[in-house]
């Protein structure tokens, strides 16, 4: 079962018994923190939710298959971001520390999901979740955005297919519910099956026209 230690501020599963590797910031996979507004204006945030947890998801992986030693948490973290979310790490540090001595990377994530997090509350979300399309997107991307409301809200991908099926199309919601499984294992496929069905039925341009109906090599 996976158990906190003084390696890391977070649990991670027991590492194999093996010769443990020295830390190596090169080796590990984790794309930048780009600070960058996907949806503008949304109240979405900057991405920092989803850039932590993919940087954790690399650190304990490398300390679960090579029993790493990490330590210092905080400027580790930075050396994964563009220059402009860095920056408010380099200006700030000391000031943090001065007011908080214990200052720690609890309290650092706290500085930046204030200044790059989410900007709504969970019913807020929720309410994002029950929007139908926009016609500014295709159903590619309402998807996508609903896949990411979900992760702001830590919940199943089942829920986002509920709430495709319920909302996205009120006029092919009788259509959808019926084409999907709701108890399957892995919902990603049937949310696939449902974004199929709604770009062959209502198109996928982005005025929501049959006659532009718009194909896409881009998957969820």
Known sequence: M??????????????????????????????RFDAKERYPGQGLGFGFEDF???????IETDITIYGSNWTD?????????????????HDNYESWKLENPTFS????????????????????LVDRLREPKKKNFTWLDYA?????????????DRLVLETFALYACPEEK?????????????????LEKALEF?????????LNDKSHNVSSNRRL
């Not at 990377?105 to 807020?124: H, I």
């Not at 955005?145 to 809200?153: D, I, K, S």
Request: with cysteine; hydrophobic share 35%.
């Open 73 to 89: 948490f905080l400027k580790m973290m930075v050396k994964f971001m563009a220059a402009r979310p860095a920056k408010l790490f």
């Open 198 to 206: 709604s770009c062959r039925v209502k198109g996928d341009s982005v």
């Open 52 to 58: 932590e947890r993919r940087w954790k998801h690399a």
């Open 105 to 124: 990377y609890k309290d650092c994530r706290q500085k930046y999901l204030k200044q790059y997090g989410c900007r709504l509350s969970g019913p807020e």
């Open 2 to 31: 996976p158990t906190a230690s003084p390696r890391t501020p977070y649990p991670v599963a027991p590492a194999f018994q093996m010769a443990p590797r020295p830390p190596n910031i090169k080796a590990l996979v984790c794309e």
């Open 144 to 156: 996508e955005y609903l896949l990411e409301v979900g992760r702001l809200l830590n919940a199943d």
């Open 174 to 190: 009788s259509t959808l519910l019926v084409l999907v499984n709701f108890n399957a294992t892995n919902p990603r496929p049937e």
